[in-house]
């Protein structure tokens, strides 16, 4: 899943402070004004979670709130490290939804003359949830990360692959196709499928496209990357999950997964 827009906790900051206090007195302009298309939203095969795509004409900082009726209640911006301020690509994670539930939504920006754009109250219906129920239950929840080949920052640490929080990811320092993290599940388990939910830049970088697992110097794989999990049949405690073929960059995962029953 390509993870194309950028917005950045201090642009959020921004355009709700204009937001609220208005900026020399103008008044809020529409965003279709600098919207190329209707916005695009990509639906997480569990209906928890959910990818907003948007690309704008002009440079601007932009997030999204959502709720299930007013007020919305939450709100999204993009986790896309290197954007200094505005841009025109934007894709913000939601979370936290609710499957096969109806959502309300609005678009908000700030250019970089000040000017303010905001959307219409907009809806979103999340699919039902697919179960992976046959798969069993993710392991990799919570496991200790016990080696990766590099962090980008803090805020992207490895950690971040484990916590089940898909608004949170790990990104490597341009690893490329040499990234790789090792997780410690707590006990030997009987892995019945895994997956690797690639992460992704807005210049099409940092995309996994395949990947391998290797438990006691025996690899699996190569799988295809994404939210779909891959069946296979291993044992061990000690996971080390290796990107095998991406698109370069500043390759890593919004999570890693081991099922088991």
């Not at 699919?127 to 129920?133: I, R, T």
């Not at 950690?159 to 898909?166: Q, S």
Request: hydrophobic share 40%; proline share 3%; with cysteine.
């Amino acid at each position: 899943m390509k993870r194309v827009l950028a917005f950045v906790t201090l642009g959020l900051g921004l355009v709700l402070a204009a937001c609220s206090s208005g900026t020399s007195g103008d008044a809020i302009r529409t965003f279709s004004e600098i919207a190329e298309a209707d916005p695009v939203i990509e639906f997480d095969p569990t209906g928890t979670a959910a990818t907003l795509r948007v690309t704008t004409t002009i440079d601007a900082v932009c997030a999204v709130a959502y709720g299930i009726d007013g007020p919305f209640g939450a709100i999204a911006t993009d986790q896309d490290m290197g954007v200094g301020g505005g841009h025109d690509d934007h894709q913000a994670v939601m979370t936290n939804l609710e499957p096969g539930t109806e959502y309300q939504y609005r678009l908000q920006g700030v250019g970089a003359d000040g000017a303010l754009y905001r959307s219409e109250v907009l809806m979103f219906t999340t699919p039902p949830a697919q179960s992976n129920e046959g798969l069993g239950s993710n392991h990799a929840i919570g496991a200790i990360v016990t080696d990766v080949s590099s962090e980008f920052s803090a805020d992207f640490s490895a950690a971040n692959a484990v916590d089940g929080d898909l608004a949170t990811e790990w990104s490597s320092r341009g690893d490329g196709n040499d990234a790789s993290i090792t997780i410690d599940l707590g006990e030997i388990v009987d892995v019945t499928a895994v997956a690797f939910r690639t992460r992704s830049m807005t210049d099409g970088s940092a995309i996994t496209e395949t990947f391998t697992v290797e438990v006691d110097d025996k690899i699996y794989g190569p799988f295809p990357a994404g939210a779909t999990p891959s069946e296979v049949s291993l044992q061990g405690r000690i996971l080390t999950y290796r990107v095998e073929m991406s698109s370069g960059g500043n390759t890593g995962a919004v999570e890693v997964e081991a099922y088991s029953h």
